[in-house]
């Protein structure tokens, strides 16, 4: 029996040589890695904004408070603490709460104390001035509040900072 050479052709041409099959498993590892790579870099910058958003909303929570208080509360030094700590724990709902912060504790401290591996601890320190910039008969009226806050993002310090002035007749008429 004799085989035609066209059949034993149409044979061999059907089938995938090895070069083929290489470069399609090259096409899909590449497709795969960038794939897996922008999901990774979506997470990361998901998780940088909402630690962001918490440190804003922690300043301008402080901030917000420190507009109730009193010209008397405002101008003694022991009644608003200088340092405190605020917890960010994002997979635990209702968990972030204020923790007092005593000045030898530091962040790497609370980081390897931590119940929960990825909380966030946002260092706050609260600064109280008499306003330089301002020339203005009034400016002895007038107090100049800046709060700081440092964590660590991803290993990376952040730093995020916010400023107010408080004026001696209150923002309102509060009483806190």
């Known amino acids: 029996m004799r085989i035609k050479s066209s059949e034993l052709r149409q044979k061999y041409e059907d089938a995938f040589t090895i070069i083929e ?74 968990t972030n709460s204020q923790i007092p912060f005593p000045e030898s504790y530091d962040l790497s401290y609370l980081e390897a104390n931590s119940p929960y591996n990825d909380n966030v601890w946002y260092r706050g320190q609260i600064t109280i001035n008499a306003s330089t910039n301002i020339t203005e008969s009034y400016s002895n009226e007038l107090r100049q509040v800046t709060i700081e806050l440092t964590w660590k993002q991803a290993g990376e310090g952040r730093t995020r900072e916010a400023t107010t002035f408080v004026s001696s007749r209150g923002l309102q008429k509060y009483i806190y």
């Open 21 to 94: 099959t290489l470069v399609a498993v090259v096409i899909f590892g590449v497709v795969y890695i960038a794939l897996y790579t922008g999901l990774s870099s979506g997470w990361t910058i998901i998780r940088a904004a909402r630690e962001d958003l918490r440190a804003t909303q922690i300043m301008l929570e402080k901030l917000e408070t420190i507009r109730l208080y009193n010209w008397d509360q405002i101008n003694d030094t022991n009644f608003i603490p200088e340092f405190f700590v605020e917890a960010y724990y994002p997979t635990i709902e209702g």
